[in-house]
C-alpha cells in the first residue's frame, strides 16, 4: 500500500519555465513533508520542507504547497535550469518517526 | 556531507550467498537507515537503528538483518540472497529523528 504517491513517472520542462512536481498522501496522520532531489550514482539530497502547520515554504526558486483537505502536496521550480535535471522523491513522516517516500519523478530540463 | 561512506559500492554474487553490506558515518549521528531503491517503488525502508545495538524493522525487512556495534557502522545482511534483492542501497543517517536524512551514494547489489 502506496502512502505516498507521485502518479507522474516523468515531466519535461523548458528551461526558464515553472516546473510543478506533485506528490499525494493517504494517511492523513503525516505531519512533516520532504523533497528530495537525485542524481544518477548518487544519493538522494535534502531540498526543501514543510510542516503540517504550514501551507507554503519557499527557499530560493524552490517553493512547496500543502494542502491538507486534499492531502497534497507540490513542489515549484521556478526559474527552472538545466541542473534541476533529475528524479524528485518526496517523502513524509508521522510525529517524528521514519520517512515514508514516494515513487519519484524524472524531471529533464530542457534548453 | 555527512560523511557517509557505504562498502562495497557495487557487488555481483550468486543466489544463496550471504552479503554484508557496509555503512560507515563520521558525523557521530544517532539515527541510521538502510532503504533500497527500485523502479516503481522508489525508496522503502529495510531497517533502521535509533542507537548503538537498537534496530528496528522497517517496511521491507524480510530476508534482512542489521547490526549496530558502534554508533558509526550500520550493516546490512542478507543471509541467503535472493534475485529479488537485486537492488541499489541507500544507508542514510539523521542527527534527531525528524532532522534532514543524508544519504550515502548507494550500494548497486546484483543476485544472478
Known amino acids: 500500500d502506496q502512502q505516498v504517491k507521485q502518479n507522474s513517472p516523468s515531466l519535461s520542462v523548458q528551461e526558464g519555465r515553472i516546473s510543478i512536481l506533485n506528490c499525494d498522501y493517504t494517511?492523513?496522520?503525516?505531519?512533516?513533508f520532504l523533497w528530495y532531489k537525485k542524481y544518477p550514482a548518487e544519493g538522494p539530497t535534502f531540498l526543501i520542507s514543510?510542516?503540517?502547520?504550514?501551507d507554503k515554504n519557499e527557499d530560493g526558486r524552490f517553493t512547496v504547497f500543502l494542502n491538507k483537505s486534499a492531502k497534497h502536496l507540490s513542489l515549484h521550480i521556478v526559474p527552472s535550469q538545466p541542473g534541476d535535471s533529475a528524479v524528485y522523491f518526496c517523502?513524509?513522516?508521522?510525529?517524528?518517526?521514519?520517512?515514508?517516500f514516494g515513487t519519484g519523478t524524472r524531471l529533464t530540463i530542457i534548453p | 556531507d555527512a560523511g557517509i561512506t557505504q562498502s562495497p559500492r557495487h557487488k555481483v554474487t550468486e543466489t544463496g550467498t550471504p552479503v554484508t553490506l557496509r555503512c560507515h558515518q563520521t558525523?557521530?549521528?544517532?539515527?541510521m537507515y538502510w532503504y533500497r531503491q527500485d523502479p516503481g517503488h522508489g525508496l522503502r525502508l529495510i531497517h533502521y537503528?535509533?542507537?548503538?545495538?537498537?534496530?528496528d524493522k522497517g517496511e521491507v525487512s524480510d530476508g534482512y538483518s542489521v547490526s549496530r556495534s558502534k554508533t558509526e557502522d550500520f550493516l546490512l545482511t542478507l543471509e541467503s540472497a535472493t534475485s529479488s534483492q537485486t537492488s541499489v542501497y541507500f544507508c542514510?543517517?539523521?542527527?534527531?529523528?525528524?532532522?534532514?536524512?543524508?544519504f550515502g551514494e548507494g550500494s548497486r547489489l546484483t543476485v544472478l
Open positions: 537503528s535509533y542507537g548503538v545495538k537498537d534496530t
Open positions: 542514510a543517517t539523521a542527527g534527531i529523528s525528524d532532522g534532514e536524512l543524508f
Open positions: 558525523e557521530n549521528h544517532r539515527y
Open positions: 494517511n492523513s496522520m503525516f505531519d512533516y
Open positions: 514543510i510542516s503540517s502547520i504550514k
Open positions: 517523502a513524509a513522516s508521522v510525529g517524528n518517526e521514519k520517512l515514508t
